[in-house]
């Protein structure tokens, strides 16, 4: 069995270089695979789905570690490093708005996720000049995806829809920043929303990263994160895995995972999915991208899910998270209905059982939650 570390959330930051890197996270299972520590320096690596150390640095004190989001990190300074105090609530952080939405261009929305309301924004701040440069994820070979910028709105476009196995966004955020972009939009998940927000918080002396060229951060909603060395054989039993396009979680009532190919949808069950989880996601408690600009998941409507999958809910963040929105509902890029009563409390309690079931893998709190229902 794997050794486990204190949970980090909600601890100071913590100190450490790559060898505290790898025994409190790479080896504890709890490396989200995010690439933080990747692109900065030429000692680590992504290889397919993993993060792997090249060679040793005794450097007491590392960005690599710094930047990690399972490194120990005092969220509520992250908070008040962006976002308004009066926003905050503790089940999803920052609520400034909560919105339905989906993109206008039908075109769009058939690429698309669920409603297409990320790549609608991206696609948008790009074209404004928001942001010259958009980090987004694309397939690629074998269901291994890869992280690419695009500087083309339309390019955005061509890499709607999510790879459930994660990709190393935040190495690709560290490559570019060394380029000629100067303003730079990421989509991320919610760890790797927590990595940018450690390095925004750091003064640019010490990060040293370019980090103020990071302009827009559009969160996804996560449940889990699927490794892609154990997925990958399971699927290539059920079918021909260069096939497949496009993969998604219905309501937890279905208990599936829709796996779609040009002529068929495949369902497996989620209890045969389960061992593919990958291992850091079940002590993670970010279910909404806490630390974006706006986050965006699918949505929940009283039609129910062939409708709703058409949807997203948005919960927007920060000022420039609504400025965006607002942008795309003046410019005719994304339409609106409203939200159902008791969907944010919905997702509230949602995001409220993620933190629960990290805080139980940690054994925190759970000792005197039960003590007091107990008495
Ligand atoms: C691993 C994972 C787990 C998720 N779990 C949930 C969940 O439990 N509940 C929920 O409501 N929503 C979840 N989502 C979000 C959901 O799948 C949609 O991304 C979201 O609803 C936005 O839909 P859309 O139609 O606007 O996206 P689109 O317009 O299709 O855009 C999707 C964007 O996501 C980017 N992307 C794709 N894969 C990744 C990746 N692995 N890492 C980072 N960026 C990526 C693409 O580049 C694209 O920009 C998850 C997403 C991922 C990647
Ligand atoms: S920074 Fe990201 S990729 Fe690197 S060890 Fe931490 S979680 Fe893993
Ligand atoms: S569940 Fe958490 S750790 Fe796993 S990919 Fe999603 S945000 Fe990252």
Redesign the pocket.
């Known amino acids: 069995m794997q050794e486990r570390v204190a949970e980090p959330a909600g601890q100071r930051n913590g100190q450490g270089g790559q060898k505290e890197l790898e025994e409190q996270v790479l080896r504890t299972g709890l490396c989200t695979g995010c690439g933080a520590c990747v692109n900065l320096c030429p000692y680590q690596a992504i290889y397919q789905d993993r993060t792997v150390l090249l060679h040793p640095c005794d450097l007491a004190q590392g960005r690599c570690y710094d930047f990690c989001p399972r490194t120990p990190t005092d969220r509520d300074a992250l908070r008040r490093n962006f976002q308004e105090a009066a926003d905050c609530t503790p089940e999803l952080g920052a609520v400034k708005g909560f919105f339905i939405t989906r993109a206008a261009d039908g075109n769009l929305r058939c690429r698309?996720?669920?409603?297409?309301?990320?790549?609608a924004l991206?696609a948008l701040a790009l074209r404004e000049g928001l942001i010259d440069a958009a980090v987004?994820?694309?397939e690629g070979e074998g269901l291994l995806?890869r992280s690419v910028t695009v500087t083309d709105p339309n390019e955005a476009g061509e890499?709607?829809?999510?790879?459930?196995?994660?990709?190393p966004?935040v190495a690709e955020f560290n490559r570019i920043v060394r380029g000629d972009a100067a303003k730079i939009g990421v989509?991320?998940?919610p760890c790797q929303a927590i990595a940018f927000a450690k390095m925004r918080a750091l003064p640019l002396s010490e990060s040293n990263a370019g980090i103020e060229k990071l302009r827009l951060v559009v969160g996804?909603?996560?449940?889990?994160?699927l490794s892609w060395r154990k997925l990958a054989p399971l699927l290539k039993k059920k079918t021909d895995i260069a096939r497949v396009i496009g993969m998604d979680?219905p309501p937890s009532r279905y208990h599936t995972l829709e796996v779609y190919t040009s002529g068929e949808t495949i369902r497996v069950s989620l209890d045969e999915i389960d061992p593919c989880v990958r291992e850091a996601c079940r002590s993670c408690d970010d279910m909404t991208a806490e630390f974006s600009d706006l986050s965006?998941?699918?949505a929940r409507l009283p039609e129910g899910w062939e409708t709703a999958r058409g949807w997203?809910q948005v919960i927007v963040r920060t000022k420039q998270g609504m400025d965006l929105l607002e942008l795309a509902r003046r410019r005719g890029v994304l339409e609106f209905r409203e939200a159902p009563p008791g969907n944010l409390e919905k997702l509230k309690a949602a995001s409220l059982g993620k933190k629960r079931a990290a805080e139980r893998f940690f054994g925190r709190d759970v000792a005197d939650e039960e003590t007091t229902q107990a008495g």
Do not use: D, K, Y
């Open positions: 698309a996720q669920h409603g297409g309301s990320v790549t991206m987004l994820v694309e995806p890499r709607g829809r999510s790879r459930l196995v994660v990709s966004t989509v991320a998940t996804l909603f996560c449940g889990w994160a979680i965006v998941g699918s997203n």
